[in-house]
């Protein structure tokens, strides 16, 4: 083994997480080394978001011209599926992390490839594949930002049944002609939606009563009935027991006596953290569980170790990891020239405050679904005195401009007490562009009486804004 490599940081995972804390702390002057064992740029970049949205965007594109008179006649045909898996691997730089690097190389970090784990107190070993070991030692802090897996639930058979996870959902370069999907969350749905559109027939099978449970009861009925009217089937209230894999055949055997056949299973029940594998034994944690962390990102019972991204369980979105890299880099940096400053500090630019008030969230399925804050449900079980304001977003003029016969539905849920809002969410066709107003709205918290002088331009979808307040005035 060669001697310890010294650098202020060591990052643990070169994502888009990984990536932002290695920047922010160049940008506090700090010398940083970043360690990866896959491609740079992590799983976001290459089985993840992009991907997906890659393959979403036809999709949708269709979607939306179908619901205009004059356009819809002109795509009625099928997708071009070689033209949209063509895309999508030129939007994923087709698995290569060129690209990647050489921003890495830009910004000044130093990478090392190989599977890093933490060997000591501020101290990172990197195993290369060739056999190679690197020490690497941190003068400031150690920040790990490797992500999370799918989980796989314990059903008899499953694993050995060499089911799709969301990597292989996304990457896939053939068209199963069944496909079930176990679980009713943003991967299940979006995945659904992808591949039900490119030509597979689209079984979801939902352990709860609907979709997209997290979010307002309303979004996963307008998204189920748009899948169902896809030609999707979605099968509540029932779970896998059992898993047989005869040939290219699975059958799944159902709670409910049901037995379905599939060429792929995909399961997206889940996730569990990658930290099964970066050496938490060595200083007493235990590996394979979330890190808990304060708001600036620092792991309970150490002084000089971060986690950032999935791995700390605030909110498992590539934004909000990468909202926490950029506070903890700042953090990290004045603590690197303040010592025991930001010790104690309970609020600021160096704690994350937006993971509890206002997480913002868009499932691209078609509609859209968009949403910030808390459900009305999350609200009145945290304690909060609030009231729902509800719309139909056909009530503006925009949406029936975007689209004939639109269809959606939008939500604020108001502090009654202090008349801000706590959450918002929109379900229909292109209200993701909505959402960063909300975003704004909640984390700013963001007075009802100042919202009204926002005046939304006609006619745009934004004039949604203007009904709800109206029906929040008028008491409807």
């Known amino acids: 083994m060669t001697d310890a490599i010294e650098y202020d940081v060591v990052v643990l995972g070169a994502g888009p997480v990984g990536e932002v804390a290695a920047d922010r702390v160049r940008a506090a002057g700090l010398s940083v080394a970043i360690v990866e064992s896959e491609l740079v740029g992590g799983d976001c970049s290459y089985w993840a978001c992009i991907p997906s949205k890659a393959l979403l965007r036809p999709v949708i594109a269709r979607a939306d011209a179908r619901r205009v008179s004059g356009v819809r006649t002109a795509v009625q045909g099928p997708l071009d599926v070689p033209g949209v898996l063509a895309r999508r691997d030129s939007q994923v730089t087709h698995w290569k992390d060129d690209g990647q690097v050489g921003w890495l190389n830009g910004i000044g970090a130093d990478l090392y490839r190989g599977q890093g784990r933490i060997s000591g107190v501020r101290q990172v070993t990197v195993s290369g594949s060739n056999g190679a070991r690197q020490v690497l030692s941190a003068r400031h802090a150690v920040v790990v930002a490797t992500g999370s897996s799918g989980a796989v639930p ?8 060499r089911p799709w996870n969301s990597r292989d959902a996304t990457s896939s370069q053939e068209v199963p002609d069944r496909l079930l999907v176990i679980g009713g969350g943003a991967v299940g749905c979006e995945m659904a939606t992808v591949w039900q559109a490119l ?5 979801m099978l939902v352990r709860g009563g609907g979709l997209l449970p997290r979010m307002e009861p309303f979004v996963g009925e307008l998204v189920a009935e748009s899948l169902r009217e896809a030609g999707a089937e979605i099968r509540t209230g029932v779970e896998a027991t059992s898993v047989t894999r005869t040939g290219d055949t699975t059958t799944v055997e159902l709670s409910d006596g049901v037995s379905i056949e599939a060429d792929k299973i995909l399961v997206a029940a889940g996730r569990v953290p990658r930290t099964d594998d970066i050496g938490l034994d060595t200083i007493g944690l235990e590996p394979g569980s979330w890190l808990t962390v304060d708001d600036s990102c620092r792991v309970a019972g150490f002084d000089w170790l971060y986690a950032a991204g999935d791995v700390n369980h605030h909110a498992l979105l590539t934004h909000q990891g990468k909202y926490q890299a950029r506070i903890l880099g700042a953090a990290i940096g004045a603590r690197a020239r303040d010592g025991a400053a930001l010790s104690t500090e309970p609020w600021g630019p160096y704690t994350t405050t937006a993971d509890r008030a206002a997480v913002a969230q868009v499932v691209f399925t078609d509609p859209e679904a968009a949403a910030v804050g808390l459900s009305l449900a999350e609200a009145e079980a945290a304690g909060h005195r609030v009231r729902a304001v509800d719309q139909d977003m056909s009530s503006v003029a925009g949406t029936g401009l975007f689209a004939d016969g639109y269809r959606g539905h939008a939500r604020i849920v108001v502090d ?8 918002v969410t929109f379900a229909g066709p292109g209200v993701a562009e909505l959402l960063h107003s909300a975003t704004i709205a909640v984390a700013g918290e963001v007075p009802i009486d100042r919202l009204w002088h926002a005046v939304p331009s006609f006619p745009t979808i934004s004039e949604i804004w203007l009904r709800l307040l109206e029906a929040y005035r ?3």
């Open 199 to 203: 030509g597979s027939r689209v079984t």
């Open 154 to 161: 314990p059903v008899p058979g499953l694993a050995e049944a």
């Open 416 to 423: 009654l007490d202090r008349e801000v809002l706590l959450g």
């Open 474 to 476: 008028d008491g409807a």
